[in-house]
């Protein structure tokens, strides 16, 4: 799933969403799901949250 794809959900839950999640629709690890959380933190359609 690339992240146009991500960016649809994100937009379309308006909630926070945790990094498991995000990591299981990307569907391959750590790497890139760090890489595309970066990319949507540097848009600013995802803001980190204090657990």
């Given amino acids: ?3 146009a ?4 959900i994100l937009k379309k839950a ?3 969403m945790l ?3 995000i990591a299981k ?7 890139s799901m760090s ?3 970066n ?3 540097e848009q600013g359609l995802v ?3 204090r657990v």
């Fill in 1 to 3: 799933m690339g992240q």
């Fill in 25 to 31: 629709l990307n569907g391959n690890g750590k790497g």
């Fill in 39 to 41: 990319k949507l933190f």
């Fill in 14 to 16: 308006r909630k926070w």
């Fill in 19 to 21: 990094v498991k999640e």
């Fill in 5 to 8: 794809e991500v960016l649809k």
């Fill in 47 to 49: 803001e980190r949250k």
């Fill in 35 to 37: 890489c595309n959380l």
